[in-house]
Nanobody, 120 residues
């Protein structure tokens, strides 16, 4: 059974940075795509970015240029570097493992989420 555990959330001021991590276990991580989603209060969970098994990255337009997704297959960890954070980035951020190729990503497993709050 795949398990995903996020860390790195917190409270930052607008313009600040955060680095999220997600440790995976229980599967062959290197063979699968990994992604990040966010869910703001009262809203549906939304896709943020994903990275395929061969390292192809994709971002939602609102995060393009501010967020960076990466993976370390040896450490079975996925990262999300978040720069120039805005109040509208406030949400619970979830990592996921699933099927993906190019721009396509379908999550199959989820972590428990980590809270990010951007406020002055």
């Amino acid at each position: 059974q795949v398990q995903l555990v996020e860390s790195g959330g917190g409270v930052v001021k607008p313009g600040g940075t955060l680095a999220l991590s997600c440790a995976a276990s229980g599967g062959i991580v290197r063979n699968f795509a990994l992604g990040w989603y966010c869910q703001a209060p009262g809203k549906q969970r939304e896709w943020v970015a994903h990275i395929t098994a061969d390292g192809h990255t994709n971002y939602d337009a609102s995060e393009m240029g501010r967020f960076s997704i990466s993976r370390d297959n040896a450490q079975k960890t996925i990262y999300l570097q978040m720069n120039n954070l805005k109040p509208e980035d406030t949400a619970v951020y979830y990592c996921s493992q699933g099927d993906g190729r190019g721009n396509f990503f379908r999550p199959n497993y989820w972590g428990q989420g980590t809270q990010v709050a951007v406020s002055s």
